[in-house]
């Protein structure tokens, strides 16, 4: 049985769900933390870890750190703000699974190995249940040494592994997926919205879809959601607008041109001006469907 520590910074949808994951395959979630005191509490007695006050208390509770942070700035807080995750780090592995701007790795990788610590990303590319369940796809950057002291953890959280390359290598490949995941969402929401403002059959549409060209993993997960109008979060609106515009910056830096990312980002943007930027990312529907929301708010 592995013994170590482990501790969880970021107790969101993905967070939390990783914690009872690991929980009920035996691991030892020592101790947790989020911006959200009460979600920290809620998650802590529920995990039977410690609440932990600030990222150092994590770090001095555990072997090993998980973070699942929403973005770069919550992501440079609690790796260099106060009572930081690299203050009495010696020793100890960070594995970072937020999808963040790649720049941010090599970074943060520095500073811990100036701490004594080790980094590695672990970006996923799945959804809620596939958390709860072990079964996230993973994408790693970092250290195959390192890698290879926590396979076994990793292994208990994922159906897939897939080493990527150094420490922001593995956040480029998840920027890229998930632009184009969304840029399939937009374009099947546009797909049907049309089909609906002609008055086809939906149902048929989809069906046609799924055995022509148009098919996609995109609409296996959401056309239904778009067409009965179910947006419960899965991955939100908001988070897909962070994502695409991460993808977008590495294709300009590039010299390259993305007009469907950029026009992709220009519909996520759009609903979050509307304030349905907490919607799943199947909400873009809501741009697409005639007389929908983003007609109401025209």
């Known amino acids: 049985m592995d013994t170590k520590k482990i501790g969880i910074v970021g107790l969101g949808r993905m967070g939390a769900n990783m914690g009872r994951c690991l929980k009920d395959k035996g691991w030892n979630v020592a101790a947790v933390l989020d911006v959200n005191v009460d979600l920290t509490r809620e998650i802590a007695g529920e995990l039977g870890a410690a609440p932990a006050a600030n990222p150092a208390e994590v770090t001095a509770k555990c072997d090993v750190v998980l973070t699942v942070v929403t973005d770069d700035a919550a992501m440079e807080a609690i790796f260099f703000g106060a009572d930081n995750l690299l203050e009495g780090a010696d020793g100890r592995v960070f594995i970072n699974c937020a999808t963040l701007s790649p720049g941010i790795h090599p970074r943060i990788g520095e500073a811990a190995a100036a701490a004594g610590a080790s980094c590695l990303e672990a970006c996923m590319a799945s959804s809620i249940p596939q958390a709860r369940d072990g079964k996230l796809f993973l994408m790693i950057g970092g250290d195959e040494a390192v890698f290879d002291g926590q396979r076994k953890l990793l292994d208990d959280l994922s159906a897939a592994l897939h080493i990527i390359g150094p420490l922001g290598k593995a956040s480029e490949v998840k920027a890229l997926v998930n632009m184009v995941m969304n840029i399939n969402t937009a374009a099947l929401a546009e797909g049907l919205g049309i089909g609906a403002a002609l008055g086809l059959d939906l149902g048929m549409l989809r069906d046609v879809?799924?055995?022509?060209?148009?098919?996609?993993?995109?609409?296996?997960?959401?056309?239904?959601?778009?067409?009965?109008?179910?947006?419960?979060?899965?991955?939100?609106?908001?988070?897909?607008?962070?994502?695409?515009?991460i993808a977008l910056a590495l294709a300009e830096g590039a010299g390259v041109s993305a007009p469907l990312a950029r026009a992709t980002l220009a519909q996520y943007r759009r609903l979050m001006e509307i304030g349905l930027g907490g919607l799943d990312k199947s909400g873009v529907a809501e741009l697409t469907f005639p007389g929908r929301a983003a007609d109401k708010q025209a």
């Open 209 to 245: 879809f799924s055995q022509t060209g148009a098919n996609s993993r995109v609409l296996e997960t959401d056309s239904d959601d778009m067409i009965q109008r179910d947006h419960d979060c899965f991955f939100s609106a908001e988070h897909a607008a962070k994502d695409s515009g």
